[in-house]
Nanobody, 115 residues
Framework: QVQLVESGGGLVQPGGSLRLSCAAS????????MNWVRQVPGKGREYVGG???????AYGDSVKGRFTISRDNAKNMVYLQMNSLKPEDTAVYYC?????????WGQGTQVTVSS
């Protein structure tokens, strides 16, 4: 079955960097577009960005220029490099994949930006 496991979250100071990883299994990863979203308790999910099967990327306005998404098809991994982090980036970050029209999400990883 489709499995997505995020890792790399934690506490970081404002202005710092963090790299999240998402390990994918159970589907043909190289054929699938991947997405990152984030959610703050009590609010809806916010689109962070995505990467297509051909590594074309797109980003939400709030993270454009600070975050970078990449993928390693040999390892079935997708990454979210986050730089210049701000307190408002604090959220649970989720990795998602669309497989045969169905969207799957991982369990999420907490990112806290605070001094």
């Amino acid at each position: 079955q489709v499995q997505l496991v995020e890792s790399g979250g934690g506490l970081v100071q404002p202005g710092g960097s963090l790299r999240l990883s998402c390990a994918a299994s159970g589907f043909t990863f190289s054929w699938s577009g991947m997405n990152w979203v984030r959610q703050v308790p009590g609010k809806g999910r916010e689109y962070v960005g995505g990467i297509t099967s051909t590594s074309v990327t797109a980003y939400g306005d709030s993270v454009k220029g600070r975050f970078t998404i990449s993928r390693d098809n040999a390892k079935n991994m997708v990454y979210l490099q986050m730089n210049s982090l701000k307190p408002e980036d604090t959220a649970v970050y989720y990795c998602g994949a669309t497989v045969l029209g169905v969207v799957y999400w991982g369990q999420g990883t907490q990112v806290t930006v605070s001094s």
